[in-house]
């Protein structure tokens, strides 16, 4: 795991209009909002996720996402907003 970045699992909140989980991260100690998208976690989990389940599946594929974060801070696949979506 790339010491440098720290996820927050524990505040993670769903985000129902964009089908997404955002959390915070930090990034060499500056706060980073991050989120990963509904199809995403569809993805890692191999089935589908709504509303009612994307929080226990965080939970499941959270080395996945922590995984999947770090390659896109690598590749530089920052949002114009800062923020960093899987």
Partial sequence: MNQSLILAADEAQVDT???RVCFYGQLN???L???VRFTTLSALAGYAVDSD??????EQVWFDIEEQMEAAIESEAF???GSLVI
């Fill in 33 to 35: 909002t991050c989120a």
């Fill in 79 to 81: 949002e114009p907003d």
């Fill in 17 to 19: 209009a964009k089908a």
């Fill in 53 to 58: 389940n994307a929080q226990a599946i965080v």
């Fill in 29 to 31: 100690g500056a706060l």
